[in-house]
């Protein structure tokens, strides 16, 4: 497999992972919140919302972070 094959294939991958990550986070809370809070008042409703959005944000970042340092876009990033 040729090296551009393999970078493509890799960025699909990433791409898939972030789509299915925030739409599993979206609809994940919310049936949450529907079904199995309904006694949560609306503060303790939005926390659980963004706790599941900082997971979500975190795990599509960490995917991000690791393609870009596998390019070579973060070196010298961190030098001081």
Known sequence: MSM???SSVGL???V???IV???GFLTGSLIYIAFFA???NLLQQLVVFLVAFIIAITVVAITWVTWAGRRGMMRGMWSL
């Open 4 to 6: 551009e094959r393999k």
């Open 12 to 14: 699909m991958a990433r």
């Open 21 to 23: 990550t925030l739409a």
């Open 16 to 18: 898939i992972v972030t």
């Open 38 to 40: 309904p006694n949560y």
